[in-house]
Structure formats: C-alpha cells, structure tokens
C-alpha cells in the first residue's frame, strides 16, 4: 500500500438530501413491520439482519430502525408506484453462523428483494455466497473489512468475489490509515501498542493501520489479541504499561474496547485508546467511564449531525418514536435501504409497472448504476461494490460524549 495523503475537508458537503416524511409509528416487536401509509398493491419485503440482542444492539437497532423509516418514507410518498416497502429484521447476534441461517431464511421469502446488513464483518462473510447463490442483492450501512468486495488478496489484486454485494461505508484499507495519519501528524504519537480481537473487522483495520503508521516513521512497541468473549484485560493493561507506549490501537468492538480502556489507565498508563467505528458508540463511553477522556475513534462519513443532507433524516428519526439511537451507521442504514428501493423502482419502471419473474437478479443489475443523494451524502458503487463516499471523521471523547476532531478524505 503506497504511502497517502490526508486531505482535510475545506467545503461544506453537498445538501441536496431525500426529501424524507415524517412517518408514522414503529413497530415493537423485532421482526417485520408493515408500510405504514400508501403503497398498496405488490409487497416488497426489505430484510434487515443485524445484532438486535446482545452486547452490540445497541448500533444493531439503530440500524433496523432507520431501515423501517426508510420503507415508511417510501410507502407514505408511494416512492414506487404500486409497491408497498415492508421490512423483516433478524437478529443474528454478531455470530456468523447465526447470520448465515439468517440470509437462508431471508432467500426463502420470495417477497424479500434486497437486504441491509450485516453489522460485523465477519457475518457479512459468512452470508455473501448465501446472497449471491440466490441473486439477492446485500448492502451493508457498516462491513469495513475490504476482502469483502475486493478479495482476499486485496492488497497485491483486486478481484470483486461476488455481485451480489454491495455497502454504503467506506473500507479498512482506507480507514486504517487515516487514524494512523491522525495519530502521527496531528497527536503527534509515536509508539503504539497494537491490540486486536482477532475477528475478521477487527484484526483486518489493526493491520491496515499499523502498516501505515510503521510507514510513516511510527514504531509498534507491542502487539497483543484479546478474546472478546472476557472482560479481564488486566495481563494486557500491564503489558502496554511496561512497554512504554504513548498511544494504544484497538482493533475490534466497544463491548470490549471501554473495559480495556479503563484497565490500561488504572495500570497507570494515561494515554489514549484510538480504535475504529467499531467503537464509535455511546455504550463505549459508559463502559470507559471518565478516564475514556480523550480517547479517539474514526467512523465513517462525516457527522450526520452536521450534515445539511441529515437535516431531515434526524428530524424525522425522533418525530418516528423509536425507542433506541440512530447511533453510527443510522444514515448509511436509511441509505442502504433507499440504494434498494431506487434498485427497485428502476426495475418497476423498466417492466411497464410491474416486478418481472426474475426481479432479484433485474435489482442486482440496477444496483450497480443507483445514484442518488442520500442522508450521508452523494450514495453510489464503484465496481468493487464499494460506497464512492470515502468521508471519515476522527471523534475524541470529551465531556462525556463523541465531540468530531477531524473530517477528511483519504485518497492515494
């Protein structure tokens, strides 16, 4: 990987938003819910597979709920003349194999035409060849991990495994390195402890960013992988104490990234934890407690809240009732959801009014050339599959709550 360049945003993005409805009330158990207003005629169903229980459901309900308000919008605006949006969410629990039964029960459903999802990236993994087998195309608001689109081989050769796959959020190649340049040049740290979870995103986005770090003139002091499934990082805390480190990278999720950012500084070590949108989190917050103060995360796109494109997608959100967060993926989730209702409504279109025989793989087709503008701002694919919006956001803990430090692009 050629060595890159950070290039601060200078202008304001874009607005031009979708114009979204206020819609009416969620549903509250956690499978499907109907259209709310409008729409008529044909169902079609929009999966959502996500981590709705468990330690990250909290970014998991964020993500269904801005899925069913985009179904909602589309129904009561009868976006798709004919067509009435209706969801199914599934909780997979952040497992792999849970997300793979899933994805065969979302196959199984003809009304289901696109999926958002999955959160990890190591459950989109086990579902894409699920997907692709039956033509039903997957977006994913949050899958960072860049063998996803570009195959394992990503860094010497990219070769797109399947076509069936698509996502809204920048990648770890990417990523990685932007929080290694905000690191070195802005926080002016020079040795890092590097710790990882050992699963596909978080293990992928550590290595992408030591790379680029070391690259930069940077020394890796220490490395260590947890297990994800303890809280105990005790033995860890100790090591970074002893080695000297200014700086920890965690590679991984903030169930586990807020304990062990309260161990390391009870060891005594009063530097930073930095780690990816995986920790972008309120939950990680509560579980650092206050010596979290000035730890650091990238996330991808800008701040929704900053965005004039989100004006009416955080209005409408809170005018919605929903009981939990957007949280971090909220608007690449709504835009995942509006990429498969455009898919949709071109393939509508294009057969005089009415879903043709083979509808999946027609909205495969027309995902490829979907572009709009979307809460997150400008929403299209490359021929990887992968989002054209590269924005990412570096945030620090401050006063108890993610403050943006930094907005960019990162590009070679």
Request: charged share 25%.
């Amino acid at each position: 990987m050629r060595q890159r360049s950070l290039i601060a945003i200078t202008a304001a993005l874009a607005a031009g938003a979708l114009t979204l409805t206020a819609c009416g009330s969620r549903d509250d158990d956690g499978g499907g819910s109907d259209s709310g207003n409008g729409g008529g005629g044909t169902t079609v169903v929009i999966g959502v597979d996500a981590p709705l229980t468990g330690d990250l459901s909290a970014l998991g309900l964020g993500i269904k709920n801005s899925v069913d308000l985009a179904a909602k919008t589309a129904n009561k605006d009868n976006y798709v003349e004919g067509i009435k949006f209706e969801i199914e969410a599934l909780d997979d629990q952040g497992q792999p194999s849970v997300g793979q039964q899933n994805a065969t029960k979302l196959v199984a459903n003809d009304d289901v035409l696109g999926v958002v999802g999955p959160l990890n990236s190591s459950v989109g993994e086990s579902m894409q060849k699920v997907f692709d087998t039956a033509k039903l195309v997957e977006v994913s608001p949050a899958n960072t991990n860049p063998a996803l689109t570009q195959g394992v081989d990503w860094q010497t050769k990219k070769v797109r495994p399947y076509k069936s796959y698509f996502r809204t959020a920048t990648t770890d190649a990417i990523q990685g390195p932007f929080a290694a340049q905000y690191v070195y040049n802005d926080s002016k740290k020079k040795k890092v402890f590097v710790i990882d979870d050992k699963k596909t995103y978080g293990a992928g986005l550590a290595a992408t960013f030591s790379e680029e770090f070391k690259k930069l003139g940077g020394k890796v002091v220490g490395t260590e992988h947890i297990n994800p499934d303890t809280k105990d990082f005790n033995a860890v805390a100790t090591k970074v104490k002893n080695s000297g480190a200014d700086v920890v990278y965690y590679g991984g999720e903030y169930p586990q990234a807020g304990p062990l950012s309260k161990q390391i500084k009870a060891a005594g070590a009063k530097i930073p934890l930095v780690g990816g949108d995986g920790i972008y989190s309120a939950d990680f917050i509560k579980l650092a407690g206050a010596s979290g103060t000035g730890d650091l995360a990238t996330s991808v796109g800008a701040p929704v809240e900053e965005l004039p494109s989100a004006k009416e997608f955080v209005a409408n959100y809170k005018a919605a009732g929903y009981k939990e967060a957007y949280e971090a993926y909220g608007g690449y989730s709504y835009d995942s959801a509006w990429a498969i209702i455009e898919a949709v409504k071109k393939v509508v279109e294009d057969n005089d009014g009415k879903l043709p025989d083979d509808a999946r793989a027609k909205v495969v087709d027309a995902m490829q050339n979907v572009s709009f503008d979307g809460v997150t701002g400008k929403v299209s694919f490359d021929e990887f599959g992968d989002a054209t919006n590269k924005q990412l956001t570096v945030y620090a803990v401050e006063n108890g709550a993610w403050k943006s430090v930094k907005s960019g692009t990162y590009t070679g």
